[in-house]
């Protein structure tokens, strides 16, 4: 077996395991990160198809990263920002709110002004008082203060409110609130890619098709990997990795895995199997030769039988699109456990859609791609709103967790999981010297 | 040596369907091979997540 040595290894190039590696490549560490894709960018990336550019999960890009997280690395990103930040469809009608007070917008158009003042001055309360614990979902604290199944549609169509915790969602809010979304005009995957040439350029090294195979551990630290890497090819190799740290951008389940149980404290176990919830997801995208939805910002869907969120990322960026055509993203809550219905989820949905875009039978000329995102190996999230695990270090010393199982409190989507990532790294550049210094 | 699904590691992602050049992967649900048209590209393989879909020996 090849033998190498880094000062880390992050396995996984999604939105955690590429911002540990770029912080760390420009920071002077000897960086590896390898990822079993032939693509970086994880369910943030996306790929052709038929003409179109398809994403692999996440729908729009959270300018939030552009502006909070990245611009240390000072990487060039193409976003185009909608002029609308965010609609919301109630009643089947599109309604813009302002980009300041939407939520009590929102709230006030579904039901009425009292109403939402009431929702609102116990969010207010909980956000600069205290948060409640998440040992209550968002629809049972949300109970206390109104009965209005229309005001709690509004706050479900971002998050799923009766799988989410209470506080970790309020937090959320808190954090996220003037969180602005755009959308990469080459498509998720080439805004990734500005992150990976980030520690290409800084002497790291990206290996895809490279599935790791075991982290090694000895005294309760964390040595380096074994990994194979060119997968299905002719040179296909396993490679033995001594590293100073390992990152790993796989899941909490996957690193025990990998490590092996029995080298981590049952504590660590424990929370783990006991914290985190898979959040599936159903996201389906839709070709049509004309715009099925009056908007192109970011569109919540209150009052529906099961669509949270629609996108029409086409109408402001034509490049992810063949000429004279267009792409409209859908996402849709399922249930988290099974038995699952996947034919009435998806019917279900397409039925949303009609309410919602009345030309949707005129100009959709074919679904391109369904995905329900049911594992924890690959779900939406690794879990909801407010069951992150807490810590981002295991309990084997120099590994580390990064990604969407371990959200700084009050993060989520490819924000939380980039954070974590950099947070991750700003703690080894605490305790680990790169080798060249 | 055919491709094989093992459902109970699919997420339904479908990534494969998107990657396969023979257009030999169909479904809205847990995606389905068409053996008449798969050549054995492996690139549903390669591109799947979960390695649900593998190469049968």
Redo the contacts between chains.
């Keep these: 077996m090849d033998r190498e040595k880094y000062d880390v290894v992050v396995l996984g190039a999604g939105a955690g395991g590429l911002s540990a590696g770029a912080f760390l490549a420009k920071a002077g560490y000897k960086v590896l990160v390898t990822e079993q894709l032939p693509f970086v960018g994880g369910r943030g990336s996306s790929m052709e198809y038929k003409g179109f550019n398809v994403s692999t999960g996440a729908g729009g890009w959270l300018v939030a990263l552009k502006d909070n997280i990245f611009d240390p690395l000072k990487v060039p990103f193409n976003v185009r920002m909608p002029k609308v930040n965010s609609v919301y469809y109630i009643n089947g009608k599109c309604h813009d709110v302002p980009a300041t007070g939407k939520l009590r917008a929102a709230l006030s158009l579904a039901a009425n002004a009292e109403e939402a003042d009431k929702v609102m001055r116990a969010l207010k309360r909980a956000i600069t008082w205290e948060l409640p614990s998440d040992k209550i979902s968002l629809r049972d604290w949300l109970l206390q203060f109104t009965s209005n199944e229309r005001v709690i549609d509004v706050l479900n169509a971002s998050w799923q409110v009766t799988e989410t915790g209470a506080g970790g969602t309020l937090s959320l809010i808190k954090h996220m609130r003037s969180a602005d979304y755009g959308y990469a005009i080459n498509g998720n995957r080439s805004m990734w890619e500005s992150i990976a040439g980030v520690i290409r350029e800084n002497n790291g090294e990206i290996w895809t098709r490279t599935r790791a195979n075991k982290i090694l551990i000895e005294d309760g630290t964390a040595k380096g990997v074994i990994v194979t890497k060119n997968l299905l090819k002719k040179s296909e190799a396993q490679v033995q990795i001594e590293a100073s740290a390992v990152v790993s951008n796989i899941g909490p389940y996957g690193t025990l895995k990998l490590g092996g149980e029995k080298n981590f404290c049952i504590s660590h176990v424990k929370d783990v199997k006991e914290t985190l919830r898979t959040f599936p997801w159903l996201a389906f995208q839709v070709a049509s030769r004309a715009p099925i939805l009056p908007s192109d910002a970011i569109g919540f869907v209150t009052g529906s039988r099961i669509v949270n969120w629609v996108l029409s990322p086409t109408i402001l960026c034509p490049e992810l699109a063949p000429k004279g055509k267009h792409l409209t993203y859908v996402g849709a809550w399922i249930p988290r456990n099974p038995p699952w219905n996947f034919s009435k989820y998806l019917d279900m949905a397409i039925q949303d859609l009609r309410d919602i875009a009345p030309d949707y039978d005129k100009y959709a000329e074919e679904i391109l791609h369904v995905a329900y995102f049911i594992r924890q190996a690959w779900p939406m999230y690794r879990s909801y709103d407010g069951y992150s695990l807490r810590s981002r270090k295991t309990s084997v010393e120099n590994l580390y967790n990064a990604g969407d199982a371990v959200f700084p409190r009050g993060m989520a989507g490819q924000p939380g999981a980039a954070l974590s990532g950099k947070l991750v790294a700003e703690d080894i550049q605490k305790r680990i010297k790169p080798s060249g210094s | 040596m055919a491709v094989k699904l093992i459902e109970e ?7 494969c ?3 396969c050049k023979e257009e030999a992967i169909k479904g ?2 847990f995606p389905v091979i068409d053996y008449e048209k798969c050549n054995e590209c ?1 690139r549903c ?3 799947c ?2 390695e649900a879909m593998v ?1 049968e020996v």
């Design positions: 590691r699919c997420s339904i992602c479908n990534q369907i998107l990657v809205w649900e492996y393989v390669v591109y997540p979960t190469k």
